[in-house]
């Protein structure tokens, strides 16, 4: 076969190389390794079944998938698509036990702000009355608290981002006054490591064991299910219309212990802050503050090489100072 | 064995998933089947372990060394046990006694038509949750990032703070309750479509090696629409910039002195009240968008104009009711014949000094608007409306994505922000709340395998510890 003579990159228009892009010649001025550098010959562009089968793919199944679905979320159906499979919300089409779950849209966000900043709600009144997760309802407010202040001090947000997002995602709203399916489960127990074995633990057949002696028998130190709860309040609330009180009484009852406790867990840490205060002596100088604290250098633990402690460890070597050692923060305050 | 950063992070030979959102990784999830490891048992359980732990490690973290992950790893699964109130309230836990010391059996209806398979607590699906708590893949996963990689390269590059301060540690582990903030511009530059670059076909002209043939095809095919949509856009913008340089402006100079201060007035309120008003409808055409960017870019020089000695008041607003026109702002089709001149009236003093009541008349008026004046309500709030989507978001030619911004393409697919965090989108902020936990039917913890696959990971990593 005679040399023949590379056609012209700029000839080709960008859409004909792309129709053509299996047949068109490679016009690489720069020789690849392995080529004779007389050849003219030009290399065939490298195209296997499987790039075919991928831009067959783009042009017939991953169209649905480019623009976001402007009726919400649009996961990865594999295989004959059906009415039932097309909202369902599994990104991972093999992995059956995870879904993509609802966030609050904006509008939930802000009225969830606005019961605990301006009303004054109580955080765990705020979790019960929505839905929302405790820890999700502190969040809230504060994120919405940094957007605040970004909107005061004229910072911009990312609003076209922000509405995109929410676009593909499926969202939960919340309405005022009016009683709202929950966002997620409350009132979720941890599994303690220490409830997860097995116990042989004799009783008589006649004894009432409740959940208190059984968090006794698994640790003396335990507390009952019933107090580790996130909502130990929603129960007593239970209890008390179980007893037949009326449901106002027993919400007033709620909300009062609910305010109760958020105060006394304030409390605690202001103490807390308190009491590392005034075991602080602070010294500013022009550059640094520098922080006293007494120490006691005789605590080194039970055998001696206790981690949180100061005094000496025997046989603990210290890295701290060594070059190249990457100290990464383990909390930030 | 080439360093992780030299591997190429999607091909299409042996596909392996990845935490990222390129449509190569689109297009792997969706071909892939069910690896089917220890079905037969042609396979040694070794061989089990190690084909499901390649399979998972591949998408979890492939960025961190097995040496990282191991020391990481924690057979400890952490889960949660939805508490009814109600139930509490009622039973003390005294009723568990009953049976063998486990409560009563329920009875499973067998001869039921539809006989509901029981539901497990997918632990398995746990074994990759210490990863979760790394800030790089945290970040991903609250939709920040386009992939852990680049989430990681965010974090070495000072574009990430948590509780207010800069973290430049990606394997910075998030405790429950920190804070991650992530600057914005990253933000939208890692979720917003690309760039066009300069909408010619320069990288057409450079046929890629072989090395990056992957890449060069389909990039030719987007930057080809590309370049043709900015083309479109280019001579749109071309043909509305040609009465920007209008020329009477300096062939007038002996004109009587006009008092501007109507015109200028009437624009600015426009303005204001645009800034002032909420939008509420949602149906905004893209050629109204469009249309609404070059009246923005148009009405600036015109209000500077305003002021100038040299023009009348009937240009400025001759021009201002053009681009009104223009607009079309309820989406009606207007009358280009009846765009002829018409201000001189509208242009007196007393105009804008009675705003309400010539919004009243404008209300009522058949054909296209005369002045700004004679708009009526709903193509006053259509035009405010678009004043302030196009303040929200700009084309601005400095940023290094696509302006105005819109998200990337194959994005949707891979929508989902885990319960474990709390993302404000608005601020590019998100709360770590706790750790991952498996509860009845589900795992946190997001996978691209089933239970069977993450269990036999999970197995492989129990056996050093």
Redesign the interface.
Known sequence: MPPRIPTN??ASS??A??RN?FASP???Q?L?GGRAGFSTTPIR??S?N??RA??E??RK??SH?????SEG????I?GRPSPASRNR?R???????????S?LN?QA?ELIWGKVMRKGESLKAVSAELGV?L??VA??V???E??KD?VSKGK???????R???G??PTKSLREGVENQPL??I?????H?ATQKQLFWPTSESR???????AKAFHPKML???ER?P?PE??????D??RNMSPNEARTRFINAAEESERKAAQRQMKKAMAEEQATTKINTPRFEFRFREVDSELVGKNGRAPNVVGWKYGMPHYDRKKGM?K?????? | MPRAAQRRLHVLRRPKLRQSWSKYNLYNLWRQRDPKIGNADHETFFQQKWKAKGLLRAYHGEHIKERDWERMFSRRLLSVANMNPRYMAENDGSEMAAGRGSGKDTERNWDADVVKPSVITPYMNMTFAPMERRLDIAIFRAMFASSARQARHFVVHGKVKVNGKVMNFPAYKLNPGDMFQVDPDAVLFATGAPKKKGGSNARLGITGSQKNNAEAEPAAEEEAEGAEAEGAEATAEASEEVPEQDPETTDKPEAPKADMKPTRFAIRKLTEQAKSILAKDKDVSASQKQNLRSFLKRAKPLLSKAGRSAATPADVLDELNSMVKELNLSGAPTDAAAAAANAAPAATPEAPASPSSGQAVASTRRGPPRSIEDLNEDELKALQRLIKEEEENPADPTKPYHTPWKPRDYMSPFAFIPRYLEVNQKVCSAVYLRHPVARVGSAEVPTPFGPSTNQLAFNWYLRRR
């Open positions: 990159p700029s960008a859409s190389l792309v892009s490679c016009t690489s720069s690849p562009e490298r296997t499987l790039r991928f831009l793919w783009t199944v991953a998938y480019r623009r976001p679905n979320p649009s996961y990865l594999n919300l990104p991972f089409p093999l992995n059956r036990n995870f879904q993509s779950e966030v904006d966000r997760d820890t999700r969040a809230v504060r994120l919405k940094v957007e970004w911009k947000l990312a609003t076209p981002y922000s995109a997002v929410l593909m995602l997620e489960p009132n979720e127990l941890h599994i490591a009432q064991f409740t959940r208190e002696d059984a009952s299910a019933d709860v909502h929603l129960i007593q609330m239970e209890k219309l179980l990457v990464i923060p383990t909390s930030v305050p």
